[in-house]
């Protein structure tokens, strides 16, 4: 009996083990199964980005053309399938996959993962509300307060606690370096170096606009113009126009730029409280003589539709009179192609209080609006408040000049 027993007992820890075995080795296959699965689906994810970033880099390079094409990498395959979508948007499509061999089945399954953007080339200027291509040395100072991005293809300096509520980009970097104990500015938004972007010259869409605008009529009489003139703009949507060497007239904006752009070749002057959607391009100076606000204010109502945009491709001033010495509220998107925003006199005129502005700034060469001494405050001209126009994250002006800056739309996988 004792060896009966003896042999059930070695039987049952043998098929004990057994099964044990079975399961070890059933796990161990699950667990390589499993291994093998992500493996391969991360290379698959891999190879689907590459493929995405690929065709963003031939897209930026080849812009507003349809394409199509296979992609390896990481034994995976892609196809891409690139499709114009709008004038300024272009899609991109990945589909990528790769072999699964499954132990189960004894086979290889293929797995598979999709991919799209939306991309658009163009984005307005006004995007950024602060954008110079060389700040020129001018500084930041306790007291200025911008809100809105903030960009410059050349070095962000500062003095004291300047604050910016948006993020601030500098392609040579910040002085002092924002991580020194030295620098006291705060940016609430962030900061990034390393960013360059190009500022844009080419106004042929702009200056198209106002020809069709003008339909022929007289210049100086709608939209084009080449004599010296001043717009006084009315809460109505009118304004009281004076062109050099006439009496001054009330017209309808929507009148005189039926398209929403005016072009000139001389100066022009601004002022009053504008109602409406257009720009106005120079390749002279654009003075701004007193108050230049919207009818609607957006700081009120974030869904009025008024909307300026100044471009000149000379200087943008702040004049040197009686009405800007106590204060300037401007409420428009602001260009300078190849010079400044500026104040007349900055250094010899009284110290005149705020520039309060609502929009965006953009300028070739930062133009001062004031002097200060470091640490001792302002000594003329005028301190700055500010503030993006939110609206400008969607929208702008109609006709306003566009960067040439790729951007991701969206983005779904």
Known sequence: MLGKGAILVVFGFILAFSMYQVRMSSNVMATADNFNTEFVETMIHETALSA??????????????????????????????????????????????????????????????DMSAFLAYNMPVSKYFWFSDDEKGVFWITGDTVWGPVHTNKTIKTDGNPVFYGKVTAKLGFSPDPTSKKNEADYFGG?????????????????????????????????????VVTFDFQSDGSVIRTVSGSPPDTVLVTDIAPTGAIISSKDIRVKGTFNGNTTIYTTGNIWIDDDLVYADNPKNNPNSDDLLGLVAKDYIYIT??????????????????????????????????????????????????????????????FLKRYRFDPRFSTLSPTNFPYLKSLRLVSWWE
Request: aromatic share 10%.
């Open 320 to 381: 040197d009179n009686a009405a800007n010495n106590t204060d300037v509220h401007i409420q428009a998107a602001i260009m300078s192609i190849e010079r400044s925003f500026t104040a007349q006199n900055y250094n010899s005129r009284p110290i005149a209080g705020i520039i309060d502005l609502t929009g965006s700034v953009c300028q070739y060469h930062r133009g001062p609006v004031g002097t200060f001494s470091f640490g001792g405050g302002i000594h003329s001209g």
């Open 52 to 113: 995405m970033n690929f065709a963003i880099n031939k897209v930026w390079q080849t812009e507003n053309t349809s394409d199509s094409y296979l992609f390896r990498a990481n034994s995976c395959s892609s196809q891409v399938d690139v499709f114009i979508v709008g004038a300024d948007t272009t899609q991109i499509r990945v589909r990528t996959w790769g072999y699964l061999f499954d132990t189960e089945m004894q086979e290889f399954r293929k797995e598979e993962r």
């Open 191 to 227: 900061w990034e170096a390393g960013v360059e972007i190009e500022i844009p010259t080419d106004m042929s869409s702009l200056t198209n606009a106002a020809i069709a605008g003008n339909g022929g009529a007289p210049k100086n009489t709608k939209s084009i113009y080449d004599k």
